[in-house]
């Protein structure tokens, strides 16, 4: 059995360890910044995609109390919950309570004419997007995508993954082929890497769809993967989950706010933790860098939608 922290994805304990760091930001470090200008914040659980919300609240509670010990002050506020539902914090965003708030990006698109045009904050690895793949076994009937009507598919549970069903909708219409739901047999969901990319190895299903970085690290791990599967299909880079700042925040509040998540490494309990989920930070972004991943969720929802519409 996994351990609390285990239960966490790697790289979300970094989310959690920036939110930690923000709510308590000595004043000292900020005085022209007013009370009145302190940034409320909050993060979605959506972004937890399958771990234990009260495990990663709990996570939380460590890593903050030991910044409390050094940063008795504060001039951001975290959310009580911290972790809250996803309509709670839309809700929030567009009632002006909230204004950093960590996201998917299909809530994002559901804020995107509240979320600051300038500048968002993005974990390491997703600075220029990420790709998806769907492998199949090199020994298979699988030439092309349409050959997948009715085959089994695995399909990685993991916050990385929540644009999955967006992406494959959108691929398949291209290729004027029905939505994933009418289009594959089975689909089952597993969150340990080995339970997505072995059973299409040893021909037990048909299909895997996980994040391209984590089959590459599979394949490092095992050449023969490599030789064995393929990818049938790539996904153009997009970007899963981010840090957003509501429009008209405090320009101030949020430069210190930033500065405190960028900086996270340099407490001694933030390196240990960032050590152990082997993450290096966060990066600062444009907004438009999210460009790509609106436009595809906006054509799955026309996709989605007409398919709603043409149903009995």
Not at 64 to 72: D, G, L, W, Y
Not at 101 to 110: L, N, P, R
Not at 271 to 293: A, C, D, E, H, K
Request: with cysteine; proline share 5%.
């Amino acid at each position: 059995m996994e351990s609390s922290v285990e239960l966490i994805t790697r790289r979300h304990c970094l989310l959690l360890l920036a939110g930690g760091a923000a709510a308590n930001l000595p004043v000292r470090f900020c005085r022209a910044e007013k009370p009145q200008h302190i940034l409320r914040a909050a993060i979605s659980a959506a972004t937890l995609a399958g771990a234990n919300v009260n495990d990663a609240r709990a996570a939380y509670k460590v890593w903050i109390s030991e910044v409390t010990r050094q940063f008795p002050s504060t001039i951001a506020q975290m959310d009580p919950e911290i972790f809250l539902p996803s309509d709670e914090v839309i809700r929030g965003v567009r009632q002006g309570t909230i204004e950093c708030f960590g996201v998917t990006s299909i809530e994002f698109a559901k804020l995107a004419d509240l979320v600051d045009p300038e500048l968002i904050l993005l974990q390491d690895y997703l600075a220029d997007g990420m790709e998806y793949v769907l492998l199949v076994h090199n020994n298979s009937p699988f030439k092309k995508l349409a050959d997948l009507k009715g085959a089994q598919l695995v399909t990685h549970l993991h916050r990385d993954m929540i644009l999955a069903t967006a992406w494959l909708g959108t691929l398949l219409a291209a290729n004027n082929l029905p939505q994933p739901e009418h289009f594959f047999g089975n689909e089952k969901i597993a969150d340990n890497l080995n339970q997505i990319v072995l059973p299409v190895f040893f021909r037990r299903a048909d299909a895997a769809c996980l994040a391209r970085k984590n089959w590459e690290t599979a394949v490092e791990l095992n050449p023969q993967l490599g030789r064995d599967l393929r990818a049938l299909a790539v996904s153009p880079r997009i970007v899963p989950i981010s840090i957003a700042f509501r429009r008209g925040c405090s320009v101030v509040g949020r430069r210190v706010l930033i500065d405190s998540i960028l900086k996270v490494a340099s407490l001694t309990g933030g390196q240990q933790i960032i050590n152990l989920y082997q993450s290096r930070g966060f990066v600062v972004r444009p907004t438009s860098v999210m460009n790509g991943t609106m436009e595809m969720l906006r054509q799955y929802e026309r996709i989605s939608g007409g398919a709603r519409k043409e149903k009995p």
